[in-house]
């Protein structure tokens, strides 16, 4: 299967925005949910946020109030707008997809890097 393909990473300053985007592999009637997770230097990938494609969203505590995960039927996209930046959000960010059939399809990541 095609490698989702992320982009919107970079680095930024503490406090600051970024906005990352992921378009869809596959139809969104495949698709149960997408997510996005991150995995720091030296550590393990974690969770971040989710969404179905019933528009539920949920996220991890460590990113609560300052994340938010969209979609865009139209464009069949996932975004994570990332405010308020820290630099323990320093990480590779990769894409989900979990399908409907149970599958999953992963991206390749793109680095954000929080850094006066």
């Known amino acids: 299967q095609v490698p989702l393909v992320e982009s919107g990473g970079g680095l930024v300053q503490p406090g600051g925005s970024l906005r990352l985007s992921c378009p869809a592999s596959r139809s969104r009637f495949a698709i149960n949910a997408m997510g996005w997770y991150r995995q720091a230097t030296g550590r393990q990938r974690e969770y971040v946020a989710a969404?179905?494609?019933?528009?539920?969203?949920d996220y991890a505590d460590s990113v609560k109030g300052r994340f938010t995960i969209s979609r865009d039927d139209a464009k069949n996209t996932v975004y994570l707008q990332m405010n308020n930046l820290k630099p323990e959000d320093t990480a590779v960010y990769y894409c989900?997809?979990?399908?409907?059939?149970?599958?999953?399809?992963w991206g390749r990541g793109t680095q954000v890097t929080v850094s006066s």
């Open positions: 989900n997809e979990e399908y409907i059939n149970g599958g999953h399809n």
């Open positions: 969404i179905t494609m019933s528009g539920t969203t």
